[in-house]
């Protein structure tokens, strides 16, 4: 119980760092004076444009200095501070090349669970310190009750999620180019938790229009939703070699994975905005994968089960570049699947994920091959090349088939091919999906087998 | 404590092997000399030691128990302290052993006591509000070995701690180095200072290219100098060479160098055979630097 309650280090020392940074103290300081000012200035424009006869009842002039007060602590809440707060874990990481926390009983989790702590705190004391403006725009008139709460409240949930994604991005290495993928669909992400979210509570309010509470549940699940999802996100990016830092990263995607499951079926909105999630986490695990320096390290092979299915099933949750690429894959399909029974034409969502996952398994994986073509096994590579071959293939077909259609007009007619969705899921499978099918189960074969001899020595 | 690294192979990209079946162990109270040239495989070798990497093959042991499958017992047991130098505006001493501390899982009277006994061993109390930019190279490297030592590790594995420090300094850490080693630690040094780790290890491990290498040729001598008031001839080298026990004898700056067998004896039998002669040394002492010539003899030098 004593650690529990223990305030986490890494916020502590991040608490202590902010109190003695300069820009820290002078921003929080100035910061009520320029509201001030740019609330009176607001009051001042207000006052000029209502009616003399308006202005003796005080009607409507809270809603300039409200909405004044809401962008500038947006400003900095959502931007200013997950600037700084990112740029200073990137110096700090620069820093201590070494990592000396990872030496420590510190996890990875703890290490960014500190961060978004100390940020938390950060954005709160931003918002706290623009709150009586918030008050005294409601004093004003002109702005619902509940408004005055619901505002503050998103903006602190809205920076601290900015902060996450950013974090996130600032934690991977790569190239640039990597990053602004990653970042789309994080931000991406970001957008369907919260649909998901406010969606969900639309159903649970039985009522078009949410109420207060319903909204301020919603703002809280998709701030939740978010900073798990993120903190194990940027732990697996983290983790040092000794930890098996992909394994609790995806015991979150699965749980997050159960829960929209469960929300999908009560709405078809909740089922569209579930599918768009699953697709586009699918699409970060899997360029997590390609990145993935190791193939089933040594830190996996203390934590793999002794019983032989309990590791089979575990397999896919252990870290390593081709454990991921089949994690992501058994998403797609799951997702796929699940979906396509709460819609009529459940054909199309099923040729929709084999779609995403054909176009995306493929190169991943002989990206996966050609970073790590000594340390890959035979197998691996022959499944590679086939999905590849496969992807070649399906592209002069779709290619030729167009310039025939087009020619004789029977556009309606076009085979399934990777770029589109069409009404032939049948024809889809025999085509692309035996072969599909055969690499992935190469693989997959081959994967579990080599996890197998990395059991824990009796 | 004892400390066995077995057959520990570690291969970056492109197989390039940083440790190539490297053995070797250590037990407490041993300072263990880790030595080698730049690119040996001796900061890797530590980081493994230290859970900030894991190698292809092999394990390390503590007490018979592996770090890779229990990485939490190294974190308890091993005090790490790298080549870098903690160096921040906004952190100061306390709050910089503080973190450590408590990252090490301690709390309350446990905290108050270990930092209180690291900042007195280290020599810390005054600096302690201090921001460690503030601080000397010297005193940042006592920061760090109060950081290695603040959870109390059973071992210490130091990385190049002599580096860039002046004179004072390396002579301050030599006697902190010693004092943990009587305090029971087991510690393992490396160092680019040979003469300095002589003066503080109790045994040492060569390793090139990875490998440890084979130190047999190891036999019992020692160098002593020899610096005389008059000015002596070439020729003194021949009669050098006649005393006896000397086995080798080369001029050296101003004076000479000869090569007799360890120990006091043999020491004593060439200062008696010296003055039999009338040849009265005015400086006579024995010669830092047998790691040095051993190392010299083994390494060729060459990077992995």
Redesign the interface.
């Known amino acids: 119980m004593k650690n529990i309650f223990s305030i986490n280090p890494v916020a502590l020392r991040e608490l202590r760092q902010l109190v003695r940074s300069k820009i820290i103290t002078m921003s929080l300081a100035i910061f009520p004076g320029i509201l001030f000012v740019f609330t009176m200035l607001a009051v001042s424009t207000a006052m000029r444009d209502k009616p003399p006869e308006e202005l003796a009842f005080g009607d409507g002039l809270g809603d300039g200095p409200f909405t004044m007060v809401s962008v500038m602590t947006g400003l900095v809440a959502c931007l200013g501070i997950p600037f700084y707060a990112t740029m200073k874990a990137i110096m700090e990481t620069k820093r201590d090349a070494t990592g000396l926390e990872f030496t420590t009983a510190l996890t990875p989790a703890n290490i960014i669970g500190g961060r978004l702590a100390a940020t938390a705190i950060l954005i709160g004391a931003t918002v706290a310190t623009a709150m009586p403006f918030f008050i005294f725009a409601y004093l004003l008139r002109g702005i619902p009750l509940e408004q005055v709460f619901l505002m503050p409240f998103g903006l602190f949930a809205y920076g601290l999620s900015t902060f996450a994604i950013a974090l996130s991005v600032a934690c991977r290495q790569g190239s640039v180019a990597m990053k602004v993928i990653t970042t789309v669909l994080l931000f991406f992400l970001l957008t369907i938790f919260s649909s998901v979210s406010q969606i969900s509570l639309t159903i649970g309010s039985h009522s078009e229009t949410p109420s207060t509470l319903a909204t301020t549940t919603y703002i809280l699940l998709s701030l939740v939703a978010t900073l798990v999802f993120f903190r194990a996100y940027c732990a697996s990016l983290l983790s040092p070699p000794h930890v098996d830092g992909e394994r609790p990263f995806r015991r979150v995607v699965f749980a997050l994975f159960l829960l929209s499951s469960t929300l999908a079926f009560y709405s078809l909105d909740a089922c569209n905005a579930w599918c768009i999630t699953w697709v586009s986490i699918a699409g970060v695990l899997l360029i997590q994968s390609a990145l993935s320096p190791r193939e089933i390290p040594r830190a996996a092979r203390g934590s793999a089960p002794r019983n032989f299915f309990l590791r089979l099933f575990s397999f896919p949750f252990t870290t390593g570049a081709v454990p991921g690429m089949l994690f992501a894959f058994l998403i797609i399909a799951i997702a796929g699947g699940i979906f396509s029974l709460r819609v009529k034409d459940g054909d199309e969502i099923l040729i929709l994920c084999s779609v995403v996952a054909e176009v995306t398994f493929a190169p991943i994986l002989v990206g996966a091959i050609l970073r790590r073509k000594k340390a890959l096994p035979r197998t691996y590579r022959f499944a590679g090349w086939i999905m590849i071959a496969l992807l070649c293939l399906v592209s002069v077909i779709s290619f030729m088939a167009e310039v025939r259609a087009i020619s004789s007009g029977a556009g309606e007619m076009l085979p399934c091919n990777f770029a589109g969705i069409n009404e032939y899921p049948l024809e889809h499978f025999r085509n692309y999906g035996i072969l599909l099918l055969f690499s992935v189960v190469i693989v997959a074969v081959s994967s579990i087998s080599a996890f197998r001899k990395y059991r824990k020595p009796e | 404590m004892k400390v066995e690294i077995l057959n520990l192979t570690r291969i970056f990209q492109r197989?390039f092997k940083a440790v190539d079946d490297l053995s070797f162990s250590f037990s407490s109270g041993d300072v263990v000399g880790f030595v080698g040239p730049n690119g040996a495989g001796k900061t890797t070798t530590m980081r493994i030691l230290?859970?900030?990497?894991?190698?292809d093959s092999g394990d390390i042991l503590l007490d018979g128990k592996s770090i890779?499958?229990?990485?939490?017992l190294?974190?308890?047991t091993?005090g790490?302290m790298?080549d870098?130098l903690p160096?921040?505006t906004?952190?100061t001493v306390e709050?910089y052993l503080d973190?450590?501390g408590?990252?090490?899982?301690l709390?309350g009277k446990a905290l108050a006591d270990a930092l209180a006994s690291v900042e007195d061993f280290t020599g810390l109390v005054s600096f302690r509000d201090k921001t460690l930019h503030e601080l000397s190279k010297g005193m940042k490297q006592r920061v760090s070995l109060a950081?290695a030592l603040v959870h109390d590790p059973q071992v210490i594995v130091m990385d190049e701690p002599a580096n860039g420090l002046d004179p004072r300094a390396r002579i301050e850490l030599r006697e902190l180095v010693k004092a943990l080693a009587e305090n029971g630690k087991a510690i393992l040094i490396s160092s680019h200072i040979l003469s300095e780790l002589e003066e503080m290890c109790t045994t040492s491990v060569i390793i090139e290219r990875g490998r440890r290498l084979s130190t047999d040729f190891e036999d019992d001598t020692a160098w002593i100098r020899l610096r005389f008031a008059q000015k002596e001839g070439e020729d003194f080298l021949a009669r050098l060479l006649e005393m006896p026990g000397v086995k080798e004898a080369e001029a050296a700056g101003n004076g000479f160098r000869a090569r007799i067998a360890s120990g006091d004896e043999a020491a004593a039998e060439l200062a008696k055979g010296l003055f039999s002669r009338g040849l009265v040394p005015i400086h006579f002492a024995s010669e830092a630097g047998r790691l040095e010539d051993v190392f010299m003899h083994v390494t060729k030098g060459a990077l992995a």
């Open positions: 197989g230290a859970t900030l990497d894991i190698p890779l499958d229990d990485p939490a190294a974190h308890r091993i790490f790298p870098e160096d921040r906004d952190t709050e973190f450590f408590r990252a090490y899982g709390r950081r």
